[in-house]
């Protein structure tokens, strides 16, 4: 059984000549069989002929150009349409000729270059094969000959039609390849905007207030070693994140994001930003990527905090519910709003992205108590 379903693989894998020889092998054999013996393609309506040795040179012309109808398709039309003139007016009336409309569907497929000229060229050869066998008695007369050169146009028009749909399917493939690439390096500037913003923020609050600390040394070492721990963090995360985009590597985070959130409200706490903390409920075990997310939306909201706010009041309140995850981070402060309008197209935008995806809802605004960034992110409900 296996051996039978590694068959169609194999003959895919074969050169696409030996793949399309055995049709011209095919018409080629039938046209000697007695029952089909004078009853192939015919226009002209002339008295059958013997087989002869002329009839063999049309019928090898019509049958093995076959074999290059893809990869050749001129060299296959040119040939096959040769054959086919020599069998028509020496009347011998093959089951080869059949070839005539197979090499007019592949050319009209596979033909990349000069098709105008083809047409022409065959439309011409047609009507000097129509007035030869005119000469030669032909009682076809001009419906015959249209109807048949019709016959074959559909042939020609069936090729090109089968190109025109594989063309649309390249092009919509590349639109899709091009797409995932555009969506993929979205994805990659949001990670490391969200990874380096937040920490380089906060190391330079802390670098800041470390000027300041020339009078206090053991403050100064604090705030010198919190600097220190802050670019650690950060190139840990980097390395984490580019490590991600190695071929072959796998794309799970290192342990669940949301069980960070608490180490990432202590950095900004050093980086001399009041935050009060809560979380309610237990965390959901399969979240997807919407444990990602809520760890992004609060470390957006504490950078904005640290760079438009700093010393201002913040809280982070997080709900884990049976098929969602809550955030909510406020800021005191009037300062705190201009995260709104600032951060050059990401930041909160590329949050409102991150949680559109999920189907959820997020809210960014100044209020009554200052900035206050809302979002609810599908989780996908208990395991």
Same mark, same amino acid.
């Given at each position: 059984m296996t051996a039978l379903g590694t068959i169609p693989d194999r003959w895919r894998r074969l050169d696409v000549?030996?793949?399309?020889?055995?049709?011209?092998?095919?018409?080629?054999?039938?046209?000697?069989?007695p029952i089909l013996y004078n009853k192939g393609t015919q226009v002209g309506d002339l008295p059958a002929r013997p087989f002869d040795a002329l009839?063999?040179?049309?019928?090898?012309?019509?049958?093995?150009?076959?074999?290059?109808?893809?990869k050749m398709p001129a060299v296959c039309l040119t040939l096959v349409t040769l054959g086919f003139v020599i069998a028509e007016?020496?009347?011998?009336?093959?089951?080869?000729?059949?070839a005539m409309p197979i090499a007019l569907l592949s050319a009209g497929a596979h033909l990349e270059?000069?098709?105008?000229?083809?047409?022409?060229?065959?439309?011409?050869?047609?009507?000097?094969?129509?007035?030869?066998?005119?000469?030669? $008695?032909?009682?076809?007369?001009?419906?015959?000959? /249209?109807?048949?050169? %019709? &016959?074959?146009? +559909?042939?020609? *028009?069936?090729? @090109?039609?089968?190109?025109g749909n594989r063309a649309a399917e390249v092009d919509r493939r590349r639109h899709v390849a091009e797409t995932t690439r555009a969506a993929e390096r979205a994805r990659i500037a949001r990670e490391l905007h969200d990874v380096v913003t937040h920490h380089v923020t906060a190391m330079v609050v802390q670098a800041e207030a470390a000027r300041y600390l020339q009078g206090a040394p053991e403050r100064l070492d604090a705030a010198l070693a919190a600097v220190g721990d802050t670019?650690?963090?950060?190139?840990?995360?980097?390395?984490?994140?580019?490590?991600?985009?190695?071929? $072959?590597?796998?794309?799970?985070?290192?342990?669940? /994001?949301?069980?960070? %959130? &608490?180490?990432? +409200?202590?950095? *900004?706490?050093? @980086?001399?930003?009041?935050?009060?903390?809560?979380?309610?409920?237990?965390?959901?075990?399969?979240?997807?990527?919407?444990?990602l997310v809520a760890y992004r939306v609060v470390q957006e909201s504490l950078t904005n905090a640290l760079k438009h706010a700093v010393g201002a009041a913040t809280s982070v309140l997080v709900r884990h519910r049976?098929?969602?995850?809550?955030?909510?981070?406020?800021?005191?402060?009037?300062?705190?709003?201009?995260?709104?309008?600032?951060?050059g197209g990401r930041g909160l935008a590329g949050l409102r992205e991150r949680v559109d995806v999920l189907g959820g809802d997020f809210s960014a605004g100044p209020g009554?108590?200052?900035?206050?960034?809302?979002?609810?992110?599908?989780?996908?409900?208990?395991?």
């Amino acid at each position: 059984m296996t051996a039978l379903g590694t068959i169609p693989d194999r003959w895919r894998r074969l050169d696409v000549t030996v793949r399309d020889l055995p049709l011209g092998l095919f018409l080629a054999a039938t046209s000697f069989l007695p029952i089909l013996y004078n009853k192939g393609t015919q226009v002209g309506d002339l008295p059958a002929r013997p087989f002869d040795a002329l009839a063999a040179v049309a019928l090898a012309l019509e049958c093995l150009p076959l074999a290059v109808r893809r990869k050749m398709p001129a060299v296959c039309l040119t040939l096959v349409t040769l054959g086919f003139v020599i069998a028509e007016l020496r009347s011998t009336h093959l089951v080869a000729s059949s070839a005539m409309p197979i090499a007019l569907l592949s050319a009209g497929a596979h033909l990349e270059r000069c098709r105008r000229t083809a047409v022409v060229a065959l439309t011409a050869v047609y009507a000097g094969l129509a007035y030869a066998l005119h000469l030669l $008695g032909s009682t076809e007369g001009v419906a015959g000959f /249209t109807t048949f050169y %019709l &016959l074959l146009a +559909v042939a020609w *028009t069936a090729g @090109a039609w089968l190109r025109g749909n594989r063309a649309a399917e390249v092009d919509r493939r590349r639109h899709v390849a091009e797409t995932t690439r555009a969506a993929e390096r979205a994805r990659i500037a949001r990670e490391l905007h969200d990874v380096v913003t937040h920490h380089v923020t906060a190391m330079v609050v802390q670098a800041e207030a470390a000027r300041y600390l020339q009078g206090a040394p053991e403050r100064l070492d604090a705030a010198l070693a919190a600097v220190g721990d802050t670019g650690r963090r950060a190139t840990a995360d980097l390395r984490h994140l580019l490590g991600l985009l190695e071929p $072959g590597h796998g794309s799970e985070a290192r342990e669940p /994001t949301v069980g960070r %959130l &608490l180490t990432l +409200v202590e950095q *900004t706490r050093h @980086a001399g930003q009041p935050v009060a903390f809560a979380e309610e409920g237990t965390p959901v075990e399969a979240t997807g990527s919407a444990d990602l997310v809520a760890y992004r939306v609060v470390q957006e909201s504490l950078t904005n905090a640290l760079k438009h706010a700093v010393g201002a009041a913040t809280s982070v309140l997080v709900r884990h519910r049976d098929e969602e995850i809550t955030v909510e981070v406020r800021t005191a402060g009037p300062g705190s709003g201009r995260a709104v309008t600032e951060g050059g197209g990401r930041g909160l935008a590329g949050l409102r992205e991150r949680v559109d995806v999920l189907g959820g809802d997020f809210s960014a605004g100044p209020g009554d108590e200052g900035f206050t960034v809302r979002a609810r992110i599908p989780s996908g409900g208990r395991s």
